[in-house]
């Protein structure tokens, strides 16, 4: 039991060590404002895509390098849409995670995860697309310089459905 506590306040030390650091960054505002990230994997997502503001020409290239972006294969008259396997898996990984938990805090994301899934789609078909979604939100609020706005984030969808 000794060893346990110990690890839980080592952990505690390292959370706050981070929290620290990270708040000092430039965006971190803007990190810290997206639903479904917090302090640990708002970092963690900083860190994989890197804080070079000009290292993403547009959001494709960001999608694209988070492997969060559809694969299209087409042949004649088949045609596939896959998850693209060549990748950062550290950060795909991250996106999932953060997927996940802006379905509890966005009704915009909890909006598209849940007409994927009405689609068809499986759980991770839907938590992809979602966050293929969240990583372009991303990458508009870093271009702009602003925090996240759910309605300016998911507004268009909105109108969409109404019409």
Known sequence: ???IGELNRQ???????LAAHFETHPDADIYLSLPGL????????LGEFGDDPNRYTDTKSRKN????????IASGKKRA?????????R???AIDQW???????????????????????????ALRALGNRLVGILHG???????????????????????
Not at 11 to 17: A, R, W
Not at 38 to 45: F, H, N, S, T
Not at 101 to 120: E, F, K, V
């Open 11 to 17: 952990i505690g030390e390292l959370e706050t060590s």
């Open 81 to 89: 849409v896959l998850a693209r396997h060549v990748r950062n898996r």
């Open 141 to 163: 609020c870093l271009r702009h310089h602003t925090t996240y706005n759910e309605h300016t984030a998911w507004a268009h969808r909105q109108t969409a459905q109404a019409a």
């Open 1 to 3: 039991m000794g060893i």
């Open 38 to 45: 917090g302090v640990v994997l708002g970092a963690r997502v």
């Open 65 to 72: 390098y988070a492997g969060t972006s559809p694969l299209t």
């Open 99 to 125: 997927a996940l938990g802006a379905i509890n805090n966005s009704p915009g994301a909890r909006a598209l995860y849940d007409q994927h899934r009405a689609a068809g789609d499986t759980h991770h078909q």
């Open 91 to 93: 950060l795909y990984d």
